[in-house]
């Protein structure tokens, strides 16, 4: 149907409906029309275009799940506080190694190594202060390095890791603006590789006042450094820690937020990278990473094994900074490297932010020729921060995961079962969920109240990924009136009384048994607090295992953040709880705990490839599939028996690979869960 009506003095343009009540499919309304200033003259300006998709073909309500109260205690490790950083992290390079204690020279500059995820101040750090004490740099600049390998080498995963940077960087911070006074007025260089820019980025926050916790931010404090002093240079910055992690790397990097660039997405803020403000950073991407407009990029594809860094083995991961090494022992074989940088006073001239090079495709050159990208190219990128992988091994294995998808209540069957358990007031409906698609990254539209039929606002070209029954609830310390989750309509509330007595406990907490739907390889959720207090926190966990805490003291009161996906593929296929829980600091605490759009990610099953080597049958399949076990068998009939490959898969460039020898005849090979 179309129609145009007077709206005043003009026309409307027409009105378009398009509708349809297929299974799957979805009635379409889009409009535009005229805004008028309403100065008294006529100057009418067409309005963007609107879409409305609405979704109705979620079926009936799932049941609620039963939940009642316990005091029961969950184990010390699910609501541990998270380990407060010491000054005994920070190390300063003398004599040939690292050491803590040791006074920093205010009269020279400062160069600051920060390690990554499953790695420590003993790896790569110290081999850079090696190369650059033997270029002199020793004499002047205070070569420090930030170890923060206890938190940094959770083995849980990468997220809860990451979700450690903002106190290990507000840390650093904290000791530079002690140990340089808010005089010091010498140049800051930054180095960090994987989950250490995270901890450098916000460590410049703070020196310059910018992060939300520095001294330097309270109106006319001068407890903040210039921000024009300090140079951000950044190896890898995805965070990942070679080949073996690949899980996690993959997981991690599918929702990855873009920092300023998010618009109305719900971002977790300790991915940040780049910091607010400073003089010039450089970003050198080897295995996969983000190009940013603010940076000057460079895409390092070709491995080779250069001996100055000693942990070189772990590929290309670590290539950056191997590759950056050697900048720094010869600063004029490369175009760009070491040689702009505040220990050789060569930042003016320097290639300016927003430009991108490549290292020279030509195998005959040097591996430290870089090129500039045509402009066309860079101009294209300087728009956003683009996922890039550098080398084709990475981008096979990897981009397995561009087909994963995210399970909700409806697509995974009864994820949420009853016996709920929880200590405090448990606030819970069910409601339902869509995510769009927003330049590559999922996004909350909107929720309508279970039973209803909801109404999304769809931006123009974007395509909804998936709709989804959702389980949202709020945690607090018992009250004689609970709040309301959903406004008027409200929730069914458990319990409405003042819940059992956890007087001694300093804690509200909820087990929630769900099944983990088959293929899974990790989970994330949104969350906000209300009302907390400065010393209290946030922890989630599957099972017995802690995978994630937050402390209310970096958010924002009342805000919504996105825990990042969190790896979880060993629960794939299997009942379990997920646990959530809101802590105080002596007592139970004052903060409510709200949480959302709980997803699990999943992924088709895998791809069995097979090749032949002399007699060898070269079998592989991407690494982010677990739980497939490869079987073979000499012939295919309905009595044939099928064997397990016993050899142990190896990975290489992102898949698990076998190699098996052949006898004489036919073998034939699968995969089985």
């Known amino acids: 149907m179309s129609y145009s009506y007077a709206d005043g003095v003009a026309l409307s343009p027409d009105v378009s409906y398009q509708f349809n009540e297929g299974i799957g499919l979805s009635p379409v309304v889009s409009y535009q029309y005229y805004e008028w200033p309403g100065d008294g003259v006529l100057q009418l300006s067409s309005s963007p275009r609107v879409s409305y998709l609405f979704y109705s073909y979620l079926g009936p309500t799932p049941a609620l799940p039963t939940a009642f109260s316990t005091t029961s205690l969950p184990p010390t490790n699910m ?20 050491a803590s204690g040791v006074p920093l020279d205010t009269n020279k500059m400062t160069i600051v190594l920060t390690h990554g995820w499953m790695s420590s101040s003993d790896a790569w750090p110290k081999d850079m202060a090696n190369v650059l004490t033997s270029q002199g740099f020793g004499a002047t600049a205070n070569i420090v390095a930030w170890d923060w390998r206890v938190n940094a080498n959770l083995s849980a995963g990468l997220e809860i ?65 210039n921000p024009q002093n300090t140079h951000m240079t950044m190896f890898d910055e995805a965070g990942a820690v070679g080949v073996a992690n690949a899980l996690s790397l993959v997981t991690y990097m599918l929702f990855l937020p873009t920092s300023g660039d998010t618009g109305d997405l719900i971002n977790n803020f300790w991915t940040k990278v780049i910091p ?4 010039w950073i450089d970003n050198y991407i080897s ?87 045509d402009a066309a190219t860079a101009n294209s990128l300087s728009s956003g921060r683009a996922l890039v992988y550098p080398t084709l091994q990475a981008y096979n294995g990897l981009n397995v995961a561009g087909n994963a998808y995210l399970n909700g209540l409806n ?37 309508g109240t279970a039973g209803s039929t909801p109404a999304y606002m769809i931006p123009a070209g974007s395509a909804p990924l998936q709709f989804f029954w959702d389980l949202p609830f709020t945690l607090q310390k018992s009250t004689a ?32 048994p769900v099944i983990v739907p088959s293929n899974t390889v990790g989970m994330s959720f949104e969350f906000k607090i209300v009302g907390a207090g400065t010393n209290e926190y946030m922890t ?112 290489l460039d992102y898949e698990n690979t076998v190699t098996n020898v052949l006898n004489s005849g036919a073998r034939f090979y699968r995969l089985k869960k």
Not at 79 to 98: D, E, K, M, N, W
Not at 180 to 194: D, E, Q, T
Not at 570 to 580: P, R, S, V
Request: one cysteine or more.
């Open 79 to 98: 609501v541990a506080r998270p380990r407060v950083p010491s000054g005994t992290q920070f190390l300063v390079y003398t004599s040939g190694a690292f």
């Open 161 to 225: 890791s990451a979700a450690r940077t903002p106190s290990e960087g507000e840390a650093l911070g904290g000791e530079l603006l002690y140990l340089l006074g808010a005089n010091y007025n010498k140049p800051i260089h930054f180095m960090g590789h994987s989950l250490g820019t995270m901890v450098n980025c916000r460590a410049a926050d703070f020196i310059h006042g910018d992060a939300k916790n520095s001294p330097g931010k309270i109106p006319g404090s001068t407890l903040k450094l």
């Open 276 to 279: 607010d403000h400073s003089a």
């Open 287 to 373: 295995e996969v990473g983000r190009l940013h407009h603010e940076a000057a990029n460079v895409l390092l594809w070709r491995r080779f094994a250069v001996p100055v860094i000693s942990d070189i083995s772990s590929g290309l991961h670590a290539y950056s900074y191997d590759w950056y090494s050697n900048t720094v022992a010869a600063p004029l074989i490369s175009a760009i490297g070491h040689r702009f940088s505040f220990e050789r006073n060569t930042l003016s001239p320097l290639p300016p932010s927003g430009t991108y090079f490549l290292q020279s495709a030509d195998l005959i050159d040097s591996p430290f020729v870089v090129t500039p990208l």
């Open 411 to 447: 697509a995974a069957g009864n994820v949420y079962l009853d016996g709920i358990q929880h200590a405090g007031d448990f606030l819970y409906d069910v409601t339902e969920w869509v995510l769009s698609d927003f330049n590559g990254q999922s996004a909350y539209v909107g929720t």
């Open 481 to 512: 009136s609970p709040l309301a989750l959903n406004g008027a309509n409200g929730p069914i509330i458990h319990p409405a009384d003042a819940g059992p007595d956890i007087t001694n406990n300093t804690a509200v907490y909820v087990w929630l």
């Open 540 to 651: 989630m966990g599957v099972s017995n295992e802690n995978y994630f805490t937050m402390e209310s003291k970096f958010l924002d009161d009342g805000v919504w953040m996105s825990s990042g996906v969190i790896e979880i593929s060993k629960y794939a296929g299997k009942q379990t709880q997920l646990f959530f829980s809101m802590n105080g600091d002596s007592g139970l605490p004052d903060g409510k705990l709200s949480v959302r759009g709980i997803q699990f990610l999943t992924v088709a099953p895998p791809t069995l490839n097979i090749s032949v080597n002399g007699n060898q049958a070269v079998l592989s399949w991407p690494v982010i599939t677990t739980g497939w076990q490869l079987e073979q068998t000499d012939a295919l009939s309905s009595s044939n028996q099928w064997t397990d490959v016993t050899n142990a898969p190896g990975v």
